[in-house]
């Protein structure tokens, strides 16, 4: 079946542009999360979706990231007035942790390489 | 607060020269431990899943055992395809959110 899928591939900004990135989840599977990878470095988590319950946004680095998603499925992650120091690979993930018979285990999608330029 | 440490940073082994990669952890109780595989320009692929101490799980050359401290990925006679950063997670057994710690992998080079 298809897996989670994000757009665009490559995204490369000027300082203080606006991007949006957006993911799109397994079908079915009730979690979103949002991390950040930059080069050589671990996983960051930034925000979390579950279900119709409000987002965990504790890991988002300042409020120039939001993210929104849309109907339980689509999200989007949008980053205001872009600063070098965003350049990184986003990566989106979904899972199933709150099904009946669900699992916990995270399925990625391939990122998002932002450049900051 | 959580912690995953995974180690070493970096491994280098020969094709065939078998290991184990490590990932200890401190949780406020262990719903699961994660083992993923991310290759260079993707995204992280899931490996297993460890629910308790004791525990063990294989698939091909690979195999991850959980005790109450720390989970072991072991390599057997790696091949050059398994070169990868092997990431570790864990999720904890509190409350209602779920979202895993990871650790900072082991990035894994096997020279043919």
């Known amino acids: 079946g298809a897996g989670v899928s994000q757009s665009p591939s490559n995204k490369v900004t000027e300082k203080g542009k606006d991007v949006e990135l957006r993911c799109d989840p397994i079908?079915?599977?009730?979690?979103l999360y949002w991390y950040r990878q930059s080069l050589g470095q671990g996983l960051e988590f930034l925000i979390y979706f579950q279900g119709n319950s409000a987002p965990d946004k504790s890991g988002l680095p300042s409020d120039r990231f939001s993210a929104e998603r849309t109907g339980g499925s689509v999200s989007t992650l949008t980053i205001q007035r872009t600063q070098q120091e965003d350049s990184a690979v986003y990566l989106c993930?979904?899972?199933?942790?709150?099904?009946?018979?669900?699992?916990?285990?995270?399925?990625f999608g391939p990122g998002t390489r932002l450049t900051v330029t | 607060e959580d912690q995953v440490t995974q180690s070493p940073e970096a491994l280098r082994l020969q094709e065939g020269e078998s290991s184990s990669l490590n990932c200890s952890y401190t949780v406020s109780g262990l719903r699961g431990l994660f083992w993923y595989r991310q290759d260079p320009g993707k995204g992280p692929e899931f490996l297993f899943t460890l629910y308790s101490a004791g525990e063990e799980k294989e698939k091909e050359r690979l195999k991850a055992t959980l005790t109450k401290k720390e989970s072991f990925l072991h390599i057997t006679a790696p091949k050059p395809e398994d070169s990868a950063t092997y990431l570790c997670a864990v999720l904890p057994q509190v409350g209602g959110s779920y979202i895993p710690t990871f650790g900072r992998g082991t990035s894994l080079i096997v020279h043919p």
């Open positions: 079908s079915g599977h009730t979690a």
């Open positions: 993930a979904s899972s199933t942790p709150s099904l009946a018979g669900g699992t916990y285990e995270q399925y």
